[in-house]
């Protein structure tokens, strides 16, 4: 059975830093683009980053220069790294994967999702 685990949520103050991690287990993920995406309360899920096999990246707008998508692909481990969190980054923050690009990005049609880790910053 497959299962996203992220961790590294927590309260923050502004300015603050925090990096989350997602571990697959299951099986392997080998070629699979990873992203992470979030939800804050009363809206709908948001894009956050994406990092294909290769390692290309994409970001967010709103998060572009402030977090950093990795990943070990031989672990089956995701990382975002979150540097200058402010009171909008608060929301629940989802790893997923899929074999498409597309999907990772949109979020539409994912095939694995982890029950989310939770980051609240205060002003």
């Known amino acids: 059975q497959v299962q996203l685990v992220e961790s590294g949520g927590g309260l923050v103050q502004a300015g603050d830093s925090l990096r989350l991690s997602c571990v697959a287990s299951?099986?392997?993920?080998?070629?699979?683009?990873m992203g992470w995406f979030r939800q804050a309360p009363g809206t709908e899920r948001e894009f956050v980053a994406a990092i294909s096999w290769p390692g290309t990246t994409n970001y967010a707008d709103s998060v572009k220069g402030r977090f950093t998508i990795s990943r070990d692909s031989a672990n089956n481990t995701l990382w975002l790294q979150m540097n200058a969190l402010k009171p909008e980054d608060t929301a629940v923050y989802y790893c997923?994967?899929?074999?498409?690009?597309?999907?990772?990005?949109?979020?539409?049609?994912?095939?694995?999702w982890g029950k989310g880790t939770l980051v609240t910053v205060s002003s």
């Open positions: 299951g099986r392997t993920f080998l070629g699979y683009p």
């Open positions: 997923a994967i899929d074999r498409t690009w597309r999907a990772v990005v949109s979020g539409v049609g994912v095939e694995y």
